[in-house]
T-cell receptor, first 115, second 115 residues
Framework: AQKITQTQPGMFVQEKEAVTLDCTYDTSDPSYGLFWYKQPSSGEMIFLIYQGSYDQQNATEGRYSLNFQKARKSANLVISASQLGDSAMYFCAMRENTGNTPLVFGKGTRLSVIA | DVKVTQSSRYLVKRTGEKVFLECVQDMDHENMFWYRQDPGLGLRLIYFSYDVKMKEKGDIPEGYSVSREKKERFSLILESASTNQTSMYLC??????????????FGAGTRLSVL
């Protein structure tokens, strides 16, 4: 069974600094995808970045990058040059590459950016 | 842009009422999902559907049912609402198939209070 663990319930970061949000996962399927979503106080889940298990390079999308360490089963999100608007809940999620399986989510990390 | 629309942002219902939460997507996606979100518990899957008239139970289906009569619409039904169903409900849709990288898009959420 798939499992996602986010061990940091809350994080603080100074504006313009970088921050790493941790995510570890567990699966026996060799083919899977990892996702990060942002949820601002408005409630909508916003897709940020995707990493496939067979991707050779770490994914990057603007200020977001994914530090993918397959052997450790970790997929940490790195946000560079934090902005006040980055304050939100962040969820890590995984999907095995089998049929129509749904995304499984971690419990989330609340990031607060301080001016 | 993909659009997933949930019919209500806020709902207040009484214990024992039958409650319908509606979700519509405009991207011809095969897969649709209902999650509930509670503080400290992350997103938990209630039901999902991979095609019209098809449904699969998620992790917490008790007390809920679903309906998918048309491809674009997925309804969540609380047959007899109870106070422990007070929560944030999130609908999502995704292109079908086994490709792990298919992005799951979310609606803005419905905050349901059962009194």
């Amino acid at each position: 069974a798939q499992k996602i663990t986010q061990t940091q319930p809350g994080m603080f970061v100074q504006e313009k600094e970088a921050v790493t949000l941790d995510c570890t996962y567990d699966t026996s399927d060799p083919s899977y995808g990892l996702f990060w979503y942002k949820q601002p106080s408005s409630g909508e889940m916003i897709f940020l970045i995707y990493q496939g298990s067979y991707d050779q390079q770490n994914a990057t999308e603007g200020r977001y990058s994914l530090n993918f360490q397959k052997a450790r089963k970790s997929a940490n999100l790195v946000i560079s040059a934090s902005q006040l608007g980055d304050s939100a809940m962040y969820f890590c999620a995984m999907r095995e590459n089998t049929g129509n399986t749904p995304l499984v989510f971690g419990k989330g990390t609340r990031l607060s950016v301080i001016a | 842009d993909v659009k997933v629309t949930q019919s209500s942002r806020y709902l207040v219902k009484r214990t024992g009422e039958k409650v319908f939460l509606e979700c519509v997507q405009d991207m011809d996606h095969e897969n649709m999902f209902w999650y509930r979100q509670d503080p400290g518990l992350g997103l938990r899957l209630i039901y999902f559907s991979y095609d019209v008239k098809m449904k699969e139970k998620g992790d917490i289906p008790e007390g809920y049912s679903v309906s998918r009569e048309k491809k674009e619409r997925f309804s969540l039904i609380l047959e007899s609402a109870s106070t422990n169903q007070t929560s944030m409900y999130l609908c999502a849709s995704r292109q079908g198939g086994s490709q792990a990288k298919n992005i799951q898009y979310f609606g803005a959420g419905t905050r349901l209070s059962v009194l």
